[in-house]
């Protein structure tokens, strides 16, 4: 057993995209070479190497998963994973302005932590349910949000970097709380590919 | 990996493994090579290896990209010159 251990994190994102077939060949390949590359080199020059190779492999995966077919079962299970948040966001938002916060200052405070809130815990769920759903749960959000910011339909006038954050986190939000909950993690027919 | 890193010590170009993974299974899905699988070994973190064959297929469309290429390339550099 090898004293280097490659970037968590990295490792992470690629358990996100790959498809289960991909899953434990490659990511194998990447830490047996990591370890050659520590030892002849440097741990930190492996390390960038490794998030090189992270960064620089994913398009290639994505776009392999779409070839196949294998988004559109994904794609599927985030349409419903999107519609049970979105109902269950709505539904807090009318409660915020309805019953705690009725002052729209107060709602503009309490509308991004929901929002954050069950985006998580979409992310969360759509993980949980099949690989890869949360990449098009996030991007779901992001054209909600986007659609939102061009028919305006906050009714206060709100500074740029506000819907900004909405756009860019939420999203975000939905792709990294599996990450970070540690949801993908390899499972067992990892070592049987 | 020893795929990836033939291509890179014979291009001299760095390949991401993403890209190899992608190419392999393109083609073991039009049934020009074949895998199967290795023991998982400490030095890939608990992960098997996949190994890849040639298939009689994957030779054959091989050598009929080869003659293209060599139709192609042939007689290049008089056509250059002409161009």
């Given at each position: 057993m090898s004293r280097y251990s490659p970037p968590a994190f990295a490792c992470r994102l690629f358990q996100t995209v790959l498809p289960v077939p991909y899953r434990g060949a490659l990511l194998g390949d990447l830490i047996e070479e990591y370890n050659l590359r520590a030892e002849a080199m440097s741990p930190s020059a492996a390390t960038?190497?490794?998030?090189?190779?992270?960064?620089?492999?994913?398009?290639?995966?994505?776009?392999?998963?779409?070839?196949?077919?294998?988004?559109?079962?994904?794609?599927?299970?985030?349409?419903?994973?999107?519609?049970?948040?979105?109902?269950?966001?709505?539904?807090?938002?009318?409660?915020?302005?309805?019953l705690v916060a009725p002052e729209p200052t107060a709602y503009v405070v309490l509308a991004p932590i929901v929002f954050l809130a069950f985006t998580s815990i979409g992310g969360y769920a759509a993980a949980r349910i099949r690989f890869g759903t949360e990449v098009f749960l996030a991007l779901f959000v992001m054209i909600t949000v986007a659609v939102l910011i061009v028919v305006k339909a906050c009714p206060i006038p709100m500074p740029w970097w506000y819907k900004f954050g909405f756009l860019t986190l939420g999203p975000l939000t939905v792709l990294l709380t599996p990450v970070a909950f540690g949801v993908l993690k390899p499972n067992s027919n990892e070592s049987a590919t | 990996?020893?795929?990836?890193?033939?291509?890179?010590?014979?291009?001299?170009?760095?390949?991401?493994?993403?890209?190899v993974y992608a190419t392999l299974e393109r083609l073991e899905a039009k049934g020009y090579v074949s895998s199967s699988t290795g023991d998982p070994t400490?030095?890939?973190?608990?992960?098997?290896?996949?190994?890849?064959?040639?298939?009689?297929?994957?030779?054959?469309?091989?050598?009929?990209?080869?003659?293209?290429?060599?139709?192609?390339?042939?007689?290049?550099?008089?056509?250059?010159?002409?161009?």
């Open positions: 960038r190497w490794f998030w090189g190779q992270a960064c620089r492999s994913i398009p290639f995966i994505i776009g392999s998963s779409l070839r196949n077919g294998d988004w559109l079962i994904s794609a599927s299970a985030a349409v419903g994973v999107y519609v049970i948040m979105e109902m269950l966001i709505s539904a807090a938002d009318f409660m915020i302005a309805k | 990996m020893i795929v990836r890193r033939e291509i890179e010590e014979r291009t001299g170009r760095n390949i991401s493994i993403g890209a400490p030095e890939r973190g608990g992960r098997a290896k996949r190994m890849f064959r040639v298939e009689a297929a994957g030779s054959r469309a091989l050598q009929v990209s080869e003659q293209t290429l060599h139709s192609m390339t042939a007689d290049s550099k008089g056509r250059w010159e002409t161009i």
